[in-house]
């Protein structure tokens, strides 16, 4: 790894100049919709609320990846743009190539999909020890509720502000750690993917407390974990959020049948079934 000071020089100019990288920006957002589309077309009606069942391990992952795709992929227009200006101004090309650009997506995709097997592990032990301690007729409400509250501390944390500061620089980020090839871009990916770990982590949690097949809280998540990213002074958004998140989060668990944006349980507790094999 190696440094390159000028970097950030000739890919502001990059960024300044061209269509192309907008080319790009489009292709990351289009991805983001054809997800969200199989997300409405293939999981709507999967959602049983808090404690959703994540059913086998294949089919989580196939759905954790669409969800990826669809969630998190629209935060990461900024920094897929400024990687095709980057690699455009290093190689004197009109276009990124195609190869190093979905290698560093790749990357990035490995950390989260990471993220979501550690999650599928600690669901799956929770369930095998005692599905009862998460049933919503017992501490389903407090559990929840207390997964909120910890998102919203998280959220004016320091470390939170470390990372969404790396999440927010991609020019810096690439300035320091660049490396070459299609090794390096998926290197580069998976060193952003676990700062964006980092940075969203607790936001994604709350899916998994809240039921991670419930598509209201897949949107207003993504608007979330869009505007911190992407906007300007998207940083400054973390007293909202986290004031949001404390609220539902006490709500969901002193009065969870008043709580909003909960589906709720029409026949018996779905939350204390077994992870089906």
């Known amino acids: 790894m190696r440094a390159v000071p000028s970097l950030s020089r000739s890919a502001v100019s990059a960024l300044g100049r061209g269509q192309p990288v907008l080319g790009w920006t489009m292709v990351v957002l289009l991805a983001s919709l054809a997800a ?31 969800m990826l795709t669809a969630m998190m992929l629209p935060s990461e227009v900024n920094y897929v743009a400024a990687f095709a200006a980057v690699l455009r101004s290093r190689n004197g090309v009109s276009v990124a190539p195609v190869r190093l650009v979905a290698s560093f997506i790749a990357g990035y995709g490995v950390a989260w999909i990471a993220y979501g097997l550690a999650a599928y592990l600690l669901d799956l032990l929770v369930r095998t020890i005692s599905p009862e301690m998460i049933a919503w007729n017992r501490a389903g409400p407090y559990i929840a509720g207390t997964v909120l509250v910890i998102a919203g501390v998280y959220q004016i944390s320091s470390l939170k502000h470390v990372c969404l500061t790396g999440c927010r620089t991609p020019l810096s980020f690439f300035g320091r750690y660049w490396r070459e090839g299609s090794a390096g871009a998926v290197a580069m990916g998976v060193r952003h993917g676990l700062v964006c770990v980092g940075c969203c982590w607790a936001l994604m949690a709350v899916m998994f407390a809240v039921g991670v097949m419930s598509l209201t809280w897949m949107a207003l998540l993504t608007l979330f974990m869009f505007a911190e990213k992407v906007l300007p002074k998207g940083e400054k958004l973390a007293i909202p959020i986290a004031s949001f998140l404390w609220a539902m989060g ?28």
């Open 36 to 66: 969200w589309l199989g997300v409405l077309v293939f999981m709507a009606g999967m959602d049983e609320g808090p404690g959703t069942p994540l059913h086998n391990l294949p089919a989580f992952l196939v759905g954790w990846v669409v």
């Open 250 to 277: 006490i709500w969901i668990a002193v009065s969870p049948a008043t709580a909003p944006l909960l589906r709720r349980h029409c026949k018996g507790d779905a939350v204390s079934r077994k992870v089906s094999n």
